[in-house]
């Protein structure tokens, strides 16, 4: 019954000893529990429940911490740094043209963009690592209302990004507030922005 830090309930998690379970709580502030597991349990549940516990935590011990160094250019031809996005909250997505679930969520994604339209203070931006001249040709099909960076491999792997789709919210400052997987929680937290 005692209250931990979120980084000792992820840590405890990845162990891969113990399940989650979530608990009442308000629609601000979810609480779970540790469940310790039997020794019964098959072992592609521990490992799966370790691995998505390490992805978690990698995740949650990002944010707060500085974007790294970037300048590309995008397929419109717009160039984006540091330096000249600072003041600017930006929203990337990570994707790649092979992920059914990254192109499903176009669709989505390009409602909430038309709906922040007016907000000069949010730069929407996609990573791919594909060839921008296959994605120049693929977003003509599939289009994505984001200014989109092809041949992004380098960051995605200097920012360890395993899981696609994946979104990322860089504050004004130029540190990550957050990470998701899901158009929805992006969606969710840009409102709360």
């Not at 992805?55 to 500085?66: T, V």
């Amino acid at each position: 019954g005692n209250e931990i830090t979120k980084t000792y309930f992820l840590e405890e998690l990845s162990t891969g000893k113990y399940i989650p379970i979530e608990l009442e709580g308000t629609s601000e502030k979810l609480y779970y529990q540790l469940f310790e597991l039997s020794l019964k349990v098959h072992p592609s549940i521990v490992k799966t429940i370790s691995i998505q516990a390490l992805k978690s935590l990698n995740r949650y011990e990002m944010e707060g911490q500085p974007f790294p160094t970037f300048s590309f250019t995008a397929l419109n031809g717009k160039t984006y740094t540091n330096e000249n996005t600072t003041g600017k909250t930006l929203v990337i997505k990570t994707w790649f043209i092979g992920c059914r679930a990254c192109i499903a969520e176009f669709p989505e994604l390009n409602e909430m963009v038309h709906q922040q339209k007016s907000r000069d203070d949010l730069l929407f931006i996609s990573l791919a690592p594909d060839d921008p001249e296959r994605l120049t040709a693929f977003l003509q099909k599939k289009p994505l209302d984001y200014a989109t960076v092809g041949y992004s491999k380098t960051l995605l792997k200097t920012l360890n990004i395993t899981e696609y789709p994946t979104h990322l919210i860089i504050g004004p400052d130029g540190k990550i507030r957050k990470i998701v997987n899901h158009a929805h929680q992006l969606i969710e937290l840009l409102e709360a922005l």
